[in-house]
């Protein structure tokens, strides 16, 4: 029974460090076909850095050295599992909670689709002054444009070090827009006349 569990919990460290690396592969990926990007920060939880990954790639250390150190388990391979796990799901969670400002439009999350807006479907914008930064919500369509559906809305969150930069990237990019469009006078009495 014991060897049992070794095989299977053996087993299960593999499939998560092939996992991860995919995830991170997949997250390397997404970050190198950003084309012409102007702008972008870190936005996790933790300083900038994402949480979860950053706490468990910590503790996985702490543990390996605190194992070599004191003279504990030779189970060398599994920490070092456990290590390349946490530096994958690190690289993973690092790159895909970064936010991307492209010419193209703004990149939330590389690897969610459904949070990368492109400027022509930005239809208003709202600031909201917050410590350290000013949080901006977007309202965009669909990309079939139907009014069926509805408005989206994207929040970023951006901080003071980076808040003149993009306010000068979405100037250029939707304010112009913004500015030239009117609001058409409408002769009620021509519409209902029969």
Do not use: C
């Amino acid at each position: 029974m014991k060897e049992i569990l070794s095989i299977f919990f053996q087993a299960v460290i593999v499939s998560f460090t092939i996992a991860s690396t995919m995830m991170a592969g997949y997250s390397v990926l997404n970050k190198f076909r950003l084309r012409k990007v102007r702008l972008s920060w870190r936005a996790g939880k933790l300083f900038g850095y994402p949480l979860f990954a950053t706490v468990f790639l910590i503790l996985i250390a702490a543990l390996g050295a605190f194992n070599y150190f004191t003279g504990g388990s030779s189970r060398y391979m599994v920490f070092g599992g456990y290590i390349w796990i946490g530096l994958m799901w690190f690289i993973a969670s690092y790159l895909a909670s970064k936010h991307y400002i492209t010419d193209y439009g703004i990149v939330k999350n590389i690897n969610e689709p459904s949070q990368t807006i492109p400027w022509f479907q930005i239809l208003d914008q709202v600031e909201r002054e917050e410590k350290g930064g000013v949080e901006f919500t977007f309202s965009y369509s669909d990309m079939d444009k139907s009014l069926v559906r509805g408005f989206n809305q994207l929040k970023l969150f951006v901080p003071d070090s980076k808040r003149k930069d993009f306010e000068k990237i979405v100037s250029l990019k939707l304010k112009n827009r913004f500015e030239g469009s009117e609001i058409p006078d409408i002769d009620l009495k021509q519409i209902h006349k029969d």
